[in-house]
């Protein structure tokens, strides 16, 4: 393995490693996600929680610590760590799937559970939702539950880039239950979907229509205006051809009279 690749599989296994950690010291604030950008002055981590304040602390001091330790334990120079509010929690599959954790470790049956969130996912306007749980939920024995509604996309460019995934984990007396929510969102724009606009026509140059209607006018402008156009002559009676003469009738002859 070439340096380069060597370097950009460790800052990616770096990277997994700093997510599961800041989603272990902000479970409290609904971790929402996070994002990490190196600049020319250090690297930016920006985090996003339902409850910011509490990732901050008292004027800073939790942020400050949290900094620290990002630095200390992954050796981070020059580290700016940001808290954002997210935008729409209940279309964040993160914070969902915490949802959904927390209530079964509060005791609820995992269907109510799971039906009660994906009505709340599916009301926020998503186009699709998936919702997974599996563990021990009733006996003894591992079982997986699915809660489905909606436009739900398993494998393809699609499913990498429309859908939006999340985990976490309901620590429960007979074991640990995994939970997965599966988000497609509202402004998702599926290969299928396609628009038609309509052809625009253009219409004829205005020169044009005028060079239409130049010949109709041409004899108009031509006469006089107060003057009539000149109509066609009258033959003179004079000239007029005479009727042809009627013949007399025929004399009857003393032959034919006899």
């Known amino acids: 393995m070439t340096t380069i ?39 930016h981590v920006r985090i996003q929680a339902e409850r910011p304040g509490i ?19 992954f050796g981070y120079e020059n580290l700016q760590v940001e808290a954002a509010e997210v935008e729409t929690w209940a279309l964040n599959p993160d914070v969902m799937a915490s949802k959904v954790a927390n209530t079964l470790e509060r005791g609820w049956n995992y269907r109510r559970a799971g039906n009660s969130m994906l009505q709340r996912i599916m009301g926020a306007g998503a186009r699709g939702c998936q919702i997974t749980i599996a563990g021990k939920l009733t006996g003894l024995r591992h079982r997986t539950e699915k809660f489905i509604e909606g436009h739900i996309k398993h494998c393809g460019e699609p499913a990498l880039v429309l859908m939006k995934v999340g985990y976490a984990q309901a620590k429960l007396k007979p074991g640990t239950i995994g939970v997965k929510v599966v988000i497609m969102p509202p402004d998702a724009k599926l290969p299928a979907e396609i628009t038609v606009e309509p052809v625009a026509v253009p219409e004829p140059p205005a020169e044009a229509v005028e ?36 013949e007399p009738p025929a004399k009857e002859t003393k032959e034919d009279s006899k």
């Open 5 to 43: 690749a060597r370097e950009m599989v460790e800052e990616r296994v770096r990277r997994m490693l700093v997510h599961d950690f800041v989603r272990k010291e902000v479970a409290r604030a609904g971790f929402g996600g996070l994002s990490i950008q190196r600049t020319p002055l250090g690297t």
């Open 211 to 246: 060079g239409e209607k130049a010949p109709e006018t041409a004899d108009a402008k031509a006469a006089p205006e107060g003057e009539a156009q000149p109509e066609a002559e009258a033959v003179p009676a004079e000239t007029a051809p005479e009727a042809a003469p009627e």
């Open 55 to 73: 990732v901050i602390g008292r004027k800073g001091v939790d942020i400050n610590r949290l900094t620290e330790e990002l630095e200390r334990t």
